[in-house]
């Protein structure tokens, strides 16, 4: 069932326990079953419709059942304009022949009478029109009559008929309700989660296809209908849980944050080492350079001391320049490795920000700018 329709029921019983929780007694109304082929009169309909409203304290109306033709697709009607005790009540002739279908369209009917008594509405729009239905639903499983629901929500019956001298079989079937069968069985199953209502009370009176349905959300009974919900600890216990991963949280920003606090130290660190380079080692060199091209002697063996020292200097730098370009060269690869690591991490971040791989970018930040600063640093030692 999707998480949507699951926040939606959530929602809407909150609304309820919030508007009459206080009101409504936890016992569900065990279905009445009256032997035969169904309500087939309007006696046991009055006296199916009296028994409801007196367990939903309606017992100053009259409910009036009377069976007649409805709009396709539809159970019944019940009249609310009227101020009166007499209630009207409207059954579809096709319900009328399944018994289930039948007393489950009359929970749902007086449960309209029961939201317009007590004020519960979600508006009165069209929009809205739909949700009220579906709201009428939930709050006639709310008020205990959830088991008249699932047993009558989905009805089929088969049976022969003649046509001329030929017979054949025929199967009718008759949904009530604006939920599934399993939507019933999730809010009817939530309700007595939270209820603390018994496995055992829970499915009594209820047909297999109904229980089937309750049992089959089984696979939301950890996250749904846990009974320690009830229990104030727990609430207590996901404090705890909740505020020790936050402090995890909070702790691996904190070393993330001295890191980065690390590597902006480490960047002033290089920085200075670059201009100690450019100062004290190129203008130095430089300045050398400049002063071995412009010395002259007219002393031919001090010209010949002189260029001894100067091919001594040149092939000094020669050699060192060459080392340097070398670890250059893997300096490069090093930082063309990151620029692709980065680059690909720039696509996943933007699909899922705060990754745990961005942690990892920034150790490998943190790896590249230390070896370069010891490169620095040993170049400046060097010249």
Not at 46 to 55: L, V
Request: net charge positive; hydrophobic share 40%; proline share 1%.
């Amino acid at each position: 069932m999707p998480d949507f329709f699951i926040n939606d029921y959530i929602n809407k019983i909150t609304f309820l326990e919030k508007q009459i929780g206080a009101y409504v007694g936890y016992k569900s109304l065990e279905p009445f079953w009256v032997p035969g082929k169904g309500f087939m009169d309007s006696v046991r309909l009055q006296g199916a419709a009296k028994e409801m409203a007196d367990f939903l304290g309606l017992n100053k109306y009259t409910f009036l059942i009377t069976v007649t033709k409805q709009k396709p697709n539809k159970a019944g009607n019940i009249e609310l304009k009227y101020s009166g005790n007499d209630v009207f009540v409207e059954i579809s002739e096709n319900v009328q022949g399944f018994e289930d279908a039948t007393i489950a369209t009359l929970a749902h009917e007086l449960t309209h009478k029961y939201m317009q008594v007590n004020g519960i509405s979600l508006g009165t729009n069209i929009v809205q029109e739909y949700e009220n239905e579906v709201l009428t639903d939930i709050t006639t499983i709310f008020l205990g009559l959830g088991k008249f629901l699932l047993n009558g929500c989905n009805n089929e019956k088969t049976y022969q008929e003649y046509r001329g001298i030929d017979k054949y079989e025929v199967t009718k079937t008759i949904k009530v309700g604006y939920l599934t069968q399993r939507q019933m069985a999730f809010v009817y199953r939530l309700i007595c989660s939270m209820r603390g209502i018994s496995k055992e009370d829970m499915l009594s009176n209820l047909n297999w296809e109904a229980k089937d349905a309750i049992l089959s959300c089984d696979r939301y009974a950890e996250e749904y209908f846990n009974l320690d919900f009830k229990s104030e600890d727990h609430k207590k216990r996901i404090a705890n849980v909740t505020s020790e991963q936050l402090l995890q949280l909070q702790n691996s920003l904190d070393e993330v944050e001295e890191e980065m606090n690390s590597v902006e130290s480490k960047i002033r660190q290089i920085g200075d080492g670059v201009r100690i380079i450019k100062k004290k080692t190129i203008i130095a060199l430089r300045s050398d350079l400049e002063h071995f091209t412009k010395s002259s002697s007219h002393d031919p063996c001090m010209k010949f001391l002189d260029n001894i020292k100067i091919e001594q200097w040149k092939n000094l730098m020669i050699s060192t320049v060459s080392k340097k370009h070398e670890e250059i060269k893997n300096l490069h690869k090093v930082v063309r490795r990151l620029k692709k690591v980065l680059e690909k991490e720039n696509k996943v971040s933007e699909k899922k920000r705060g990754s745990k791989s961005s942690i990892v970018i920034v150790v490998i930040v943190i790896g590249l700018i230390i070896f370069l600063g010891a490169a620095i640093l040993y170049l400046s030692k060097k010249f």
